[in-house]
């Protein structure tokens, strides 16, 4: 079992940037991936980006490449989420998820979401 909650939501102008924070409870966090997911009003949830246990590997979806960055702490149980030069349409609930495989579409744990706003 694990549990997640994310962090680090808000409000911020375009071409702002902001970095979430994902903390799992648990002993078992670097055996599993971690992923990003986003859902927009009248959307379908979508994988931003994920990231192997170990942090050796790293996914980015091409709408967020070269401007959202994915990394692991494993000592502090924690995965983060840095996005830069954001976009109005980057607006969305962002949610973190333990995965079996780093890009997989589903999650096998989730968070309760983050709200990202980004005004135009």
């Known amino acids: 079992q694990v549990q997640l909650v994310e962090s680090g939501g808000g409000l911020v102008q375009a071409g702002g940037s902001l970095r979430l924070s994902c903390a799992a409870s648990?002993?078992?966090?670097?055996?599993?991936?971690m992923g990003w997911f986003r859902q927009a009003p009248g959307n379908e949830r979508e994988l931003v980006a994920g990231?192997?246990?170990?942090?050796?590997?790293?996914y980015v979806s091409n709408s967020a490449k070269g401007r959202f960055t994915i990394s692991r702490d494993n000592a502090k149980n924690t995965v983060y989420l840095q996005m830069f030069s954001l976009k109005p349409e980057n607006t969305a609930v962002y949610y973190c998820?333990?995965?079996?495989?780093?890009?997989?579409?589903?999650?096998?744990?989730w968070g309760q979401g983050t709200q990202v706003t980004v005004s135009s």
């Open positions: 998820a333990a995965m079996t495989y780093y890009t997989s579409r589903r999650g096998d744990y």
């Open positions: 648990g002993r078992t966090f670097s055996s599993y991936a």
């Open positions: 990231i192997t246990g170990d942090g050796a590997r790293t």
